[in-house]
DNA sequence: ATCAGCACCTGTTGGC
DNA sequence: TGCCAACAGGTGCTGA
């Protein structure tokens, strides 16, 4: 499932490859990945890409208009770049994908293929998502505003994340889940944060000692920034902008790792339920 | 206001 | 081997 680092590698990779590119037609293949609260996104035609980036997990394509592509690509989206005459984009078999360059396609061009954006120069950039949970949205206005997203991860510092903490009683775990208060943590490097600084993950939030939060403001940058350095984690099927997996599943030290022996002292790693989602740790080095 | 629980989806996995 | 139910999971929505 793509998260920070996951959209931070993404979002250079578009930057890189769409930027100043007119957007000459929008494809348009399962309407639902629009969303709902998006400006009509036929307005789309006749911008310019002007600059990619990232706002917690959304890739956010800035416009010359002023207006913002927000998409984020949930569990199994992918954004990829096709140009005219070179098919850049590989399947989850690596495979590569058809070059749709060369002509209008009539139906979705891949079989997963939910939306596309095409440009004056027959380059495409395509949204495929299994699942169809992904959306994109055309937002005219505040963005920060539209996606109600908290203090960026990478953004957080030490009185910040105290104030968040203060008095909370949920589950430190589910509350770094919690998109509106820090963006960009999903669970995968939640479990890893957690268990870098050795807090259990059902610890209330605002029971964290001084201690606990250092280190969890600590392990939670430091593992984002491995990640990023290791261009995301493709555990499910995850690719970057060029169809290239990420390295950062083989540095994982819970996540998926139920049964198996913690790296750290070789107790076995348990996997709980907690706000619906898998949770891995240690019951030795966390508490 | 806050929070738990379900809906959204379909490819993959595990059990029989 | 083949079939099918259960499972995976981030977020939006609903109802408590």
Redesign the pocket.
């Known amino acids: 499932?793509p998260?920070l680092p996951e959209v931070e590698t993404i979002a250079r990779g578009l930057d890189a490859a769409i930027r100043g590119r007119t957007i000459a037609r929008v494809d348009v293949w399962?309407g639902?990945t629009v969303?709902?609260?998006s400006e009509p996104i036929e307005r789309l035609v006749g911008d310019t890409i002007a600059s990619v980036g990232r706002v917690?997990?959304?890739v956010i394509i800035g416009l010359t208009s002023g207006r913002t592509l927000a998409v984020?690509l949930?569990?199994?989206g992918r954004l990829t770049v096709a140009d005219r005459g070179t098919a850049a984009a590989v399947d989850?078999k690596g495979r590569p994908l058809p070059d749709l360059s060369k002509g209008r396609p009539l139906r979705e061009p891949s079989?997963?293929e939910r939306f596309a954006l095409v440009f004056r120069d027959g380059g495409r950039l395509a949204f495929s998502d299994?699942?169809?949970?992904g959306?994109v949205r055309l937002i005219d206005g505040d963005v920060a505003r539209a996606?109600?997203?908290g203090i960026d991860a990478l953004a957080l510092g030490a009185a910040s994340l105290r104030a968040l903490l203060a008095r909370?009683?949920?589950?430190i775990k589910?509350f770094l889940?919690?998109?509106?208060r820090i963006?960009g943590v999903?669970?995968?490097y939640a479990n890893e944060a957690l268990f870098r600084a050795r807090v259990h993950p059902k610890r209330r939030a605002g029971k964290l000692t001084a201690l606990q939060r250092t280190r969890l403001l600590r392990e939670l940058r430091a593992v984002l920034r491995s990640a990023i350095a290791s261009r995301g984690s493709s555990v499910?099927?995850y690719v970057d902008a060029e169809g290239m997996p990420g390295e950062f599943q083989k540095l994982l030290k819970v996540?998926?790792r139920a049964g198996l022996p913690c790296r750290r002292c070789r107790t076995p790693i348990k996997?709980i339920?907690l706000?619906?989602?898998?949770t891995f740790y240690c019951p030795a080095c966390q508490r």
Do not use: C, P
């Not at 909370?168 to 589950?171: A, E, F, I, K, P």
């Not at 889940?177 to 509106?180: E, G, I």
């Open positions: 499932m998260e399962w639902r969303d709902s609260r917690g997990k959304f984020h949930r569990m199994t989850r079989k997963h299994a699942r169809k949970f959306r996606l109600d997203v909370r009683t949920t589950r589910t889940l919690d998109q509106r963006g999903g669970n995968i499910d099927d996540y998926g996997r339920v706000g619906q989602r898998g």
